[in-house]
């Protein structure tokens, strides 16, 4: 038996065992086997240019964090709801994407598609409703920058219970990336609410994580860290890494589905998103201003002197322009 | 009947003629300068008159030309030798078929002129101020060789050697250079033919600048002198139009313009 | 009508130069907080890097990047936007043709203030002797052919992808004009790859040469400018002209002397009347000091809007005479 | 010709040669011309004073004499000092001079070393303290020797032989440097910008006065006669920089004044003519006065005692000691039409602007014998104008008054078959 299938035998059990379903499901951008396909960069992650149309390719994982998520090789339940630019909703089906389950969509306008995966389980006398979330970003320079300011809000979906919306940094637009030592912050909304006090966990790509709970207002922020640390030679500016942020949130509704009884609720929530190396990390004032003073003052001494030169070797006369 | 009279009142001699309405030349007078020029002027315009029964008061308008013009308060008008030389060759030309190019020597200048088939001056040349290749530097080489100015011409064909070279053109050195010669016992003969080519290399020189265009018309006292003209034919190259009297045409202009003044007023 | 002309002909030239010159610079580095947006084919220096305020974007900065696009797409539906915004950075720029520079370009207006404080200061300018001149002459069409080949090879993949814009790392302009606007995030050296390395540290040189050089000399960098060299390309059709009527010089030189540009055909060339070199940025000094009538003239879509004449040229060198102690 | 010396009032100057000699043109230029502008009295009466009485030249400090138009006139202002043009049109000092130059040079060269040499010459400069001397052509270049050898300090501008190369410019803009460092070590005194700057106000606004006089004698019929216009510019080679201008000034208004009340200064159909060549320096005005004598009437000039002299003016771009400098020695080298540089085609083309500028009939075109450079461009002159159907008369010539009958029959004739010529054009 190949290490593959028995993978895959895993997988399968694992969505059998409720145990599993604790796990979180949140969306990842990351191709699963970077072998397969290719996509290009854009403004606002990965995507694949068919024909002119603008197509991002989302990878569902289980686990915690990007560091130990597995990618999932079968299907699993639930919806999964496309909301676009223009706030129209469609029902998506989830499969196999280069290897792995996951979806593709279309992003033919510019700005901010937000994409839903509801799925639920019961075990041990809880129901668990995984809700993950992505919000991936469509923008291509060719299309200008004049309308992106009205597209920039955050949209809610009536659809979810639980909903981790990622607020908007000062100033950001569509070429604004989160860097190291910068603020995410994030509104925590329960059925349409804000929800203060609930835990929130961020997760980033190296396994660092931190968790905090939100405040009356329902937002939890975070300050990216750096975790890339690679020789400088080989430091990437455009070094893409995911982050995902869980929010929980427990209820005592209790009732019965097809799946059995249970005593009480589990809202778990996702979102995922990504972070770049700061500008901070990568360039510096210090040496610029060095280089540039130098410059200044080398051709400024060296046309003085060369003048000095000038007048002294052909005795040149120059009048003193001091009345 | 009206008549029209030209005066030219040059260095040398005083040449004066006139014509009728139809621009036919009545009659002409040469006369010397003299020191009281003026005075001449008159006796020369008014013995013409006289000699061809013409009235003063027939005499509608007078044209003087020549250095005198300007003195010559009796002139209606003046007119610079150069343009009255153009109308009178143009005019008297027209027998030979129409000349472009005239060649004057006087007293005291040589020109060469190029006018258009109308008689007008297109251009001009003048020697310098001094009297090399002029009527002075004849009358100051017949002086020293002691021969008469008319003389000259036949000076010229009487020799049996060639043409001596006279180096000097300047009319003062010349003569030094003539009575050297004379002193070496070259002929009379030799020395005249040499003068003559001399002044005739000048004149060529000054009608070249000015461009020598169909008939070259020679007039002026020297154009007398066959010597000169043969040996001006020779450095040109051509065949020289010569009038029956080279002297009055710059005054027979000088009535044809006045008549044309006449008529146009 | 003669007396408009006239006073038009007779104008001060300094003085209308530098406010049409600070109306374009608040246009185009402060115009985005106006929400003015000329767009992205601009014929000049409205660079791009000045996010908040641009009141539009420099065409260089697009065409290198669209150039930098894979050959597939370039060579393929992409290639007629290219064409597109080639076409509308000409129809810009033959309404002024040359004067975008003389007139517009922002960082042609710093180099003018730089120039104007210099002369403040008492300190005499510098010139290149005429072998300097024309050497230096020819690196603006260098720069514009490394500034199309570079992106290009970008766009086949034959060389690395953070080359991207090269004329703009190197372009004092995108480290001096953000500044006007508060932002200094351009001034430094960016350690991320060895080409930016290398590119941003060349920048932050040519920024510093930039300062010096225009203090020394009158409109340094335009001598180099590869926006100068494409203009030159597209100059025959412009609507505005320099023209010269070569009968009416006398090659008194004035014109040669005040030219920023060291442009000697403007004082030499008497027998072709369209007299713009490669180097013009169209100030039109040139004809505000030329004193023969009607020897030099602008004309616009063949009409002539401004025109040496002697009158105009007395009252401007009065003027001049009368600014005692204050030199400028 | 017409001489009357006023023996009675003048002084006893007044029987010297070369005083005689201005009086007999001045009575020529006043008496036998009508209708002379009422502001030309001034000039009439200077030169008379000047020329005629002996009176000193009026300056302000240092007395700087020049030899050339080429001495950057607003250096020697601006030092505090007074320039004065040296140049002589008087044939008594040409017999003079030609004691130091051989016969058959320039008699302008000659006429100004004889001045320089006589006692109470003519103008009356006094002790000039230098003569700057460019080093045009090479008679006035050989001249700088022989002046030194008089007792006076000289100062050799240099002057490159070729104008078009940036060399030479730059040669000529270290050149006028040097001048003004001798300049100030004569003078002691400093250059400054305010004072640089004053200087040239004051000559920009003398050539503004030149400038309009010019442009007024484009009018057709002419306002105004060329041997006024040539005494004109004459007086500007002594006399006190604003007196000057102030009265060319008055003579422009007046000349608008006549331009209005449609005045004739000569017969409509006069023969308008370019003068060239040679400069005609006071009292050396034989051929202009010819001309108009015989009718015809000089409306331009492109000579260097007139146009040449002061028609170009300094441009300047920044108000900086350095590029005024550098601007004036431009100003005196770019647009020179001297012949002594190596190219003529600037020459060419000015006397084809001017002809077609001024509506001109005719050029006549003064070389001065001995003068080569003059002489040497006659045929490339010659050869333009014939191309435009221009017809040109030229004539070789010095200070004698020897040939001024056979001149007046030669100018008569080419006056005569321009009349001929336009007849025949309508």
């Given at each position: 038996?190949?290490?593959?299938?028995?993978?895959?035998?895993?997988?399968?059990?694992?969505?059998?065992?409720?145990?599993?379903?604790?796990?979180?499901?949140?969306?990842?951008?990351?191709?699963?086997?970077?072998?397969?396909?290719?996509?290009?960069?854009?403004?606002?992650?990965?995507?694949?240019?068919?024909?002119?149309?603008?197509?991002?390719?989302?990878?569902?994982?289980?686990?915690?964090?990007?560091?130990?998520?597995?990618?999932?090789?079968?299907?699993?339940?639930?919806?999964?709801?496309?909301?676009?630019?223009?706030?129209?909703?469609?029902?998506?089906?989830?499969?196999?994407?280069?290897?792995?389950?996951?979806?593709?969509?279309?992003?033919?306008?510019?700005?901010?598609?937000?994409?839903?995966?509801?799925?639920?389980?019961?075990?041990?006398?809880?129901?668990?409703?995984?809700?993950?979330?992505?919000?991936?970003?469509?923008?291509?320079?060719?299309?200008?920058?004049?309308?992106?300011?009205?597209?920039?809000?955050?949209?809610?979906?009536?659809?979810?219970?639980?909903?981790?919306?990622?607020?908007?940094?000062?100033?950001?637009?569509?070429?604004?990336?989160?860097?190291?030592?910068?603020?995410?912050?994030?509104?925590?909304?329960?059925?349409?609410?804000?929800?203060?006090?609930?835990?929130?966990?961020?997760?980033?790509?190296?396994?660092?994580?931190?968790?905090?709970?939100?405040?009356?207002?329902?937002?939890?922020?975070?300050?990216?860290?750096?975790?890339?640390?690679?020789?400088?030679?080989?430091?990437?500016?455009?070094?893409?890494?995911?982050?995902?942020?869980?929010?929980?949130?427990?209820?005592?509704?209790?009732?019965?589905?097809?799946?059995?009884?249970?005593?009480?609720?589990?809202?778990?929530?996702?979102?995922?998103?990504?972070?770049?190396?700061?500008?901070?990390?990568?360039?510096?004032?210090?040496?610029?201003?060095?280089?540039?003073?130098?410059?200044?003052?080398?051709?400024?001494?060296?046309?003085?002197?060369?003048?000095?030169?000038?007048?002294?070797?052909?005795?040149?006369?120059?009048?003193?322009?001091?009345? | 009947?009206?008549?029209?009279?030209?005066?030219?009142?040059?260095?040398?001699?005083?040449?004066?003629?006139?014509?009728?309405?139809?621009?036919?030349?009545?009659?002409?007078?040469?006369?010397?300068?003299?020191?009281?020029?003026?005075?001449?002027?008159?006796?020369?315009?008014?013995?013409?008159?006289?000699?061809?029964?013409?009235?003063?008061?027939?005499?509608?308008?007078?044209?003087?030309?020549?250095?005198?013009?300007?003195?010559?308060?009796?002139?209606?008008?003046?007119?610079?030798?150069?343009?009255?030389?153009?109308?009178?060759?143009?005019?008297?030309?027209?027998?030979?078929?129409?000349?472009?190019?005239?060649?004057?020597?006087?007293?005291?200048?040589?020109?060469?002129?190029?006018?258009?088939?109308?008689?007008?001056?297109?251009?001009?040349?003048?020697?310098?101020?001094?009297?090399?290749?002029?009527?002075?530097?004849?009358?100051?080489?017949?002086?020293?060789?002691?021969?008469?100015?008319?003389?000259?011409?036949?000076?010229?064909?009487?020799?049996?050697?060639?043409?001596?070279?006279?180096?000097?053109?300047?009319?003062?050195?010349?003569?030094?250079?003539?009575?050297?010669?004379?002193?070496?016992?070259?002929?009379?003969?030799?020395?005249?033919?040499?003068?003559?080519?001399?002044?005739?290399?000048?004149?060529?020189?000054?009608?070249?600048?000015?461009?020598?265009?169909?008939?070259?018309?020679?007039?002026?006292?020297?154009?007398?002198?066959?010597?000169?003209?043969?040996?001006?034919?020779?450095?040109?190259?051509?065949?020289?139009?010569?009038?029956?009297?080279?002297?009055?045409?710059?005054?027979?202009?000088?009535?044809?313009?006045?008549?044309?003044?006449?008529?146009?007023? | 009508?003669?007396?408009?002309?006239?006073?038009?002909?007779?104008?001060?030239?300094?003085?209308?130069?530098?406010?049409?010159?600070?109306?374009?610079?608040?246009?185009?580095?402060?115009?985005?907080?106006?929400?003015?947006?000329?767009?992205?084919?601009?014929?000049?220096?409205?660079?791009?890097?000045?996010?908040?305020?641009?009141?539009?974007?420099?065409?260089?900065?697009?065409?290198?990047?669209?150039?930098?696009?894979?050959?597939?797409?370039?060579?393929?539906?992409?290639?007629?936007?290219?064409?597109?915004?080639?076409?509308?950075?000409?129809?810009?720029?033959?309404?002024?043709?040359?004067?975008?520079?003389?007139?517009?370009?922002?960082?042609?207006?710093?180099?003018?203030?730089?120039?104007?404080?210099?002369?403040?200061?008492?300190?005499?300018?510098?010139?290149?002797?005429?072998?300097?001149?024309?050497?230096?002459?020819?690196?603006?069409?260098?720069?514009?052919?490394?500034?199309?080949?570079?992106?290009?090879?970008?766009?086949?993949?034959?060389?690395?992808?953070?080359?991207?814009?090269?004329?703009?790392?190197?372009?004092?302009?995108?480290?001096?004009?953000?500044?006007?606007?508060?932002?200094?995030?351009?001034l430094t050296i960016d350690f991320s790859t060895k080409t930016t390395m290398v590119m941003t540290a060349l920048g932050m040189l040519v920024t510093g040469l930039f300062f010096a050089g225009a203090f020394f000399k009158k409109r340094f960098f335009c001598f180099f400018c590869p926006m100068s060299a494409l203009h030159y390309l597209l100059s025959k059709p412009a609507l505005l002209k320099l023209?010269?009527?070569?009968?009416?010089?006398?090659?008194?030189?004035?014109?040669?002397?005040?030219?920023?540009?060291?442009?000697?055909?403007?004082?030499?060339?008497?027998?072709?009347?369209?007299?713009?070199?490669?180097?013009?940025?169209?100030?039109?000094?040139?004809?505000?000091?030329?004193?023969?009538?009607?020897?030099?003239?602008?004309?616009?879509?063949?009409?002539?809007?401004?025109?040496?004449?002697?009158?105009?040229?007395?009252?401007?060198?009065?003027?001049?005479?009368?600014?005692?102690?204050?030199?400028? | 010709?017409?001489?009357?010396?006023?023996?009675?009032?003048?002084?006893?100057?007044?029987?010297?040669?070369?005083?005689?000699?201005?009086?007999?043109?001045?009575?020529?230029?006043?008496?036998?011309?009508?209708?002379?502008?009422?502001?030309?009295?001034?000039?009439?009466?200077?030169?008379?004073?000047?020329?005629?009485?002996?009176?000193?030249?009026?300056?302000?400090?240092?007395?700087?004499?020049?030899?050339?138009?080429?001495?950057?006139?607003?250096?020697?202002?601006?030092?505090?000092?007074?320039?004065?043009?040296?140049?002589?049109?008087?044939?008594?000092?040409?017999?003079?001079?030609?004691?130091?130059?051989?016969?058959?040079?320039?008699?302008?060269?000659?006429?100004?070393?004889?001045?320089?040499?006589?006692?109470?010459?003519?103008?009356?400069?006094?002790?000039?303290?230098?003569?700057?001397?460019?080093?045009?052509?090479?008679?006035?270049?050989?001249?700088?020797?022989?002046?030194?050898?008089?007792?006076?300090?000289?100062?050799?501008?240099?002057?490159?032989?070729?104008?078009?190369?940036?060399?030479?410019?730059?040669?000529?803009?270290?050149?006028?440097?040097?001048?003004?460092?001798?300049?100030?070590?004569?003078?002691?005194?400093?250059?400054?910008?305010?004072?640089?700057?004053?200087?040239?106000?004051?000559?920009?606004?003398?050539?503004?006065?030149?400038?309009?006089?010019?442009?007024?004698?484009?009018?057709?019929?002419?306002?105004?006669?060329?041997?006024?216009?040539?005494?004109?510019?004459?007086?500007?080679?002594?006399?006190?920089?604003?007196?000057?201008?102030?009265?060319?000034?008055?003579?422009?208004?007046?000349?608008?004044?006549?331009?209005?009340?449609?005045?004739?200064?000569?017969?409509?159909?006069?023969?308008?003519?370019?003068?060239?060549?040679?400069?005609?320096?006071?009292?050396?005005?034989?051929?202009?006065?010819?001309?108009?004598?015989?009718?015809?009437?000089?409306?331009?000039?492109?000579?260097?005692?007139?146009?040449?002299?002061?028609?170009?003016?300094?441009?300047?771009?920044?108000?900086?000691?350095?590029?005024?400098?550098?601007?004036?020695?431009?100003?005196?080298?770019?647009?020179?039409?001297?012949?002594?540089?190596?190219?003529?085609?600037?020459?060419?083309?000015?006397?084809?602007?001017?002809?077609?500028?001024?509506?001109?009939?005719?050029?006549?075109?003064?070389?001065?014998?001995?003068?080569?450079?003059?002489?040497?461009?006659?045929?490339?002159?010659?050869?333009?104008?014939?191309?435009?159907?221009?017809?040109?008369?030229?004539?070789?010539?010095?200070?004698?008054?020897?040939?001024?009958?056979?001149?007046?029959?030669?100018?008569?004739?080419?006056?005569?078959?321009?009349?001929?010529?336009?007849?025949?054009?309508?």
């Amino acid at each position: 038996m190949t290490n593959r299938t028995l993978l895959i035998l895993l997988f399968s059990m694992s969505i059998m065992r409720p145990s599993f379903a604790a796990d979180p499901l949140w969306w990842s951008e990351t191709m699963p086997h970077a072998e397969h396909g290719s996509s290009q960069h854009s403004h606002g992650g990965p995507v694949e240019i068919r024909r002119g149309v603008y197509h991002k390719n989302l990878w569902l994982r289980s686990g915690a964090g990007p560091i130990d998520a597995r990618y999932l090789d079968g299907a699993i339940s639930g919806r999964i709801v496309l909301i676009d630019v223009r706030g129209e909703t469609k029902e998506l089906s989830g499969g196999n994407v280069h290897g792995s389950f996951g979806v593709n969509f279309a992003m033919p306008d510019e700005g901010f598609y937000n994409l839903h995966l509801i799925n639920e389980s019961i075990s041990d006398g809880i129901r668990q409703i995984n809700i993950a979330k992505s919000e991936p970003l469509k923008h291509s320079c060719r299309e200008g920058h004049d309308h992106v300011r009205p597209l920039m809000a955050p949209k809610q979906s009536d659809q979810v219970p639980l909903e981790i919306v990622r607020q908007r940094m000062a100033e950001e637009n569509f070429h604004s990336l989160l860097g190291y030592g910068d603020t995410a912050s994030f509104l925590v909304l329960y059925q349409g609410a804000p929800l203060a006090g609930a835990e929130v966990t961020l997760h980033t790509a190296r396994g660092w994580r931190n968790s905090v709970r939100t405040d009356a207002q329902g937002i939890a922020s975070f300050m990216m860290i750096r975790d890339y640390y690679p020789p400088w030679h080989e430091f990437e500016r455009r070094h893409r890494q995911d982050y995902v942020v869980h929010a929980s949130h427990t209820t005592d509704d209790a009732g019965s589905t097809d799946g059995g009884s249970y005593t009480r609720t589990r809202y778990l929530a996702t979102l995922n998103g990504s972070y770049y190396p700061s500008t901070r990390d990568y360039r510096s004032y210090t040496y610029g201003l060095l280089l540039g003073v130098f410059a200044l003052t080398f051709t400024g001494v060296a046309v003085y002197f060369y003048r000095r030169r000038r007048q002294k070797r052909f005795h040149e006369v120059r009048f003193d322009e001091k009345n | 009947m009206n008549y029209f009279a030209g005066i030219d009142i040059g260095s040398t001699a005083i040449k004066a003629a006139v014509v009728d309405e139809d621009g036919r030349l009545i009659g002409t007078r040469i006369a010397p300068t003299g020191s009281s020029f003026h005075k001449n002027a008159m006796e020369t315009f008014e013995t013409l008159l006289t000699q061809h029964g013409i009235a003063r008061d027939a005499v509608k308008f007078i044209t003087a030309t020549g250095y005198g013009r300007k003195l010559f308060k009796e002139a209606d008008d003046s007119i610079s030798e150069i343009t009255a030389n153009a109308i009178g060759a143009c005019e008297a030309g027209k027998a030979f078929g129409g000349v472009r190019t005239i060649i004057n020597i006087g007293g005291q200048d040589s020109k060469a002129i190029q006018i258009d088939v109308n008689g007008n001056v297109s251009n001009f040349a003048m020697n310098d101020k001094c009297a090399a290749g002029t009527g002075r530097f004849l009358d100051v080489a017949a002086r020293n060789l002691e021969i008469d100015l008319e003389e000259l011409g036949d000076y010229h064909f009487g020799g049996s050697g060639a043409p001596l070279t006279i180096n000097s053109t300047c009319a003062v050195f010349a003569e030094s250079e003539i009575i050297g010669l004379l002193a070496k016992g070259h002929g009379k003969e030799e020395i005249v033919a040499g003068i003559h080519y001399s002044i005739a290399r000048r004149t060529v020189r000054l009608a070249k600048r000015v461009g020598i265009e169909d008939r070259v018309y020679f007039d002026g006292g020297p154009a007398l002198n066959k010597g000169l003209v043969a040996a001006i034919q020779d450095e040109l190259g051509r065949e020289l139009v010569i009038p029956e009297q080279p002297q009055t045409t710059t005054a027979f202009g000088a009535a044809i313009l006045a008549r044309s003044q006449y008529l146009a007023e | 009508m003669k007396k408009i002309r006239d006073a038009i002909n007779g104008v001060d030239l300094r003085r209308f130069r530098f406010l049409l010159q600070l109306f374009f610079f608040v246009l185009l580095v402060y115009g985005g907080y106006f929400a003015v947006n000329l767009g992205q084919s601009l014929p000049t220096f409205a660079c791009g890097f000045n996010d908040a305020g641009r009141g539009g974007i420099c065409y260089l900065l697009p065409l290198q990047h669209q150039l930098a696009m894979s050959w597939s797409m370039l060579f393929g539906w992409a290639g007629l936007m290219v064409l597109q915004g080639f076409l509308f950075f000409a129809l810009w720029f033959f309404v002024l043709n040359k004067g975008w520079c003389g007139y517009v370009c922002p960082l042609g207006t710093i180099q003018d203030w730089i120039t104007s404080l210099r002369t403040r200061l008492g300190v005499r300018y510098s010139r290149y002797t005429e072998g300097q001149f024309r050497r230096l002459s020819l690196i603006k069409y260098l720069l514009l052919a490394l500034m199309i080949l570079i992106p290009l090879g970008i766009g086949g993949a034959l060389l690395p992808h953070d080359m991207g814009t090269p004329f703009c790392d190197i372009c004092p302009g995108r480290m001096v004009i953000p500044m006007f606007t508060g932002d200094f995030s351009q001034l430094t050296i960016d350690f991320s790859t060895k080409t930016t390395m290398v590119m941003t540290a060349l920048g932050m040189l040519v920024t510093g040469l930039f300062f010096a050089g225009a203090f020394f000399k009158k409109r340094f960098f335009c001598f180099f400018c590869p926006m100068s060299a494409l203009h030159y390309l597209l100059s025959k059709p412009a609507l505005l002209k320099l023209k010269k009527d070569g009968a009416k010089c006398t090659r008194c030189g004035d014109c040669y002397r005040v030219c920023d540009m060291e442009i000697r055909e403007i004082a030499d060339e008497v027998k072709e009347p369209r007299i713009m070199q490669d180097d013009c940025i169209m100030c039109l000094k040139c004809v505000a000091h030329c004193p023969e009538q009607g020897a030099l003239k602008a004309t616009f879509a063949g009409i002539p809007i401004f025109e040496s004449t002697e009158q105009g040229f007395i009252k401007r060198m009065t003027k001049g005479h009368q600014d005692e102690h204050k030199p400028q | 010709m017409n001489t009357n010396p006023n023996e009675a009032t003048a002084p006893a100057y007044n029987r010297s040669r070369q005083a005689r000699e201005a009086e007999t043109l001045l009575d020529r230029i006043q008496d036998d011309f009508p209708d002379n502008p009422e502001a030309m009295r001034y000039f009439y009466d200077l030169f008379r004073r000047v020329y005629c009485q002996g009176e000193p030249v009026k300056h302000e400090g240092t007395l700087v004499g020049t030899t050339c138009i080429h001495a950057p006139e607003e250096l020697i202002y601006a030092f505090g000092a007074t320039p004065v043009r040296l140049c002589n049109g008087s044939y008594h000092y040409d017999q003079i001079g030609a004691d130091f130059m051989p016969a058959k040079s320039c008699p302008l060269v000659k006429a100004t070393l004889g001045s320089l040499h006589a006692k109470a010459a003519v103008p009356n400069t006094q002790a000039l303290e230098l003569i700057v001397n460019p080093t045009t052509c090479d008679q006035k270049t050989k001249a700088s020797a022989m002046i030194g050898a008089m007792g006076y300090q000289v100062h050799d501008l240099e002057l490159p032989p070729a104008k078009e190369s940036e060399e030479a410019r730059l040669y000529w803009q270290r050149s006028v440097r040097r001048l003004a460092l001798r300049l100030r070590e004569l003078t002691g005194r400093k250059l400054t910008r305010k004072n640089l700057q004053q200087a040239m106000a004051r000559t920009a606004r003398a050539q503004t006065a030149f400038r309009t006089l010019h442009q007024l004698r484009k009018n057709a019929p002419a306002l105004f006669l060329g041997k006024d216009a040539f005494l004109v510019t004459n007086a500007y080679f002594f006399d006190d920089l604003d007196r000057w201008t102030a009265a060319v000034e008055q003579l422009n208004a007046e000349l608008q004044l006549r331009q209005m009340e449609g005045f004739q200064a000569a017969q409509k159909r006069a023969p308008r003519i370019l003068f060239t060549g040679s400069p005609p320096i006071f009292p050396n005005l034989k051929l202009p006065l010819l001309i108009e004598e015989a009718g015809g009437v000089v409306v331009a000039d492109e000579t260097c005692s007139a146009n040449r002299m002061l028609y170009d003016m300094t441009a300047v771009d920044e108000w900086l000691l350095n590029d005024m400098v550098d601007g004036l020695a431009d100003r005196y080298l770019k647009p020179c039409t001297c012949p002594i540089f190596t190219r003529n085609d600037d020459r060419q083309r000015r006397l084809l602007q001017l002809a077609a500028d001024f509506n001109v009939d005719g050029v006549v075109y003064q070389a001065f014998a001995g003068c080569q450079v003059y002489e040497m461009e006659y045929r490339s002159i010659a050869d333009v104008l014939a191309a435009q159907g221009i017809p040109m008369l030229y004539v070789e010539t010095d200070y004698s008054p020897d040939d001024m009958g056979q001149l007046s029959t030669r100018i008569e004739a080419f006056l005569e078959s321009i009349k001929t010529r336009k007849r025949n054009a309508r």
